[in-house]
């Protein structure tokens, strides 16, 4: 392999040392699996970022009961398929990575993503019990946010109810809710 070693802004020449040194001292497969979980984290954060493609009409099915544009739907949808690309690449960097450390991040990262999906769909239960139409919840770290579907204003013991929900299923501390209103179209 040849590096060609290019002049910065000073005029100075750039030493690509310290990166000969990372690969020889960590093997290529760390800097892969490191890159790997680097570009999950990007993912995620784009797919929750920025605006969505309207991605449930494509996938409407036959029951005319269906409503196209639905944001408990949708957001159901890019939420699931946000956490089956990160699972994908992390099963990815199990499977190829030589580093140990790697794969027991990854692995680790995994079993994380899925105590998520099981705490989201226990809360979102224990939400609609409770008598609001619809809801949807996402953990990411140590924060829950959950949206509701209402036509009203939350009465100050529906928000106590919620976030005794997401306590008592996630752990989450009441300060670390962050509770929205979908009002109904």
Do not use: W
Not at 26 to 40: D, E, P, R
Not at 153 to 158: D, M, R, S
């Amino acid at each position: 392999m040849r590096i060609i070693k290019a002049k910065d802004t000073d005029g100075k020449r750039f030493d690509l040392s310290a990166v000969k040194t990372f690969f020889k001292k960590h093997g290529k497969k760390a800097a892969a699996a490191a890159a790997g979980v680097l570009i999950i984290g990007t993912a995620v954060i784009l797919n929750f970022t920025l605006p969505k493609r309207d991605t449930v009409k494509e996938q409407q099915p036959a029951d005319k009961s269906y409503v196209s544009g639905d944001f408990f739907a949708e957001s159901a949808l890019n939420r699931t398929k946000a956490r089956d690309e990160a699972v994908e690449v992390l099963h990815t960097v199990v499977n190829s990575s030589g580093d140990e450390n790697a794969s027991k991040q990854a692995l680790a990262d995994i079993s994380r993503i899925s105590a998520d999906i099981e705490k989201e769909a226990n809360i979102e239960t224990l939400i609609k019990a409770k008598g609001f139409e619809d809801c949807i919840a996402v953990i990411s770290g140590k924060t829950l946010s959950i949206v509701v579907k209402s036509n009203d204003q939350l009465l100050p013991n529906e928000i106590a109810q919620i976030k005794e929900i997401a306590y008592k299923t996630a752990d989450v501390l009441p300060d670390d809710v962050v509770i929205s209103l979908k009002k109904q179209p």
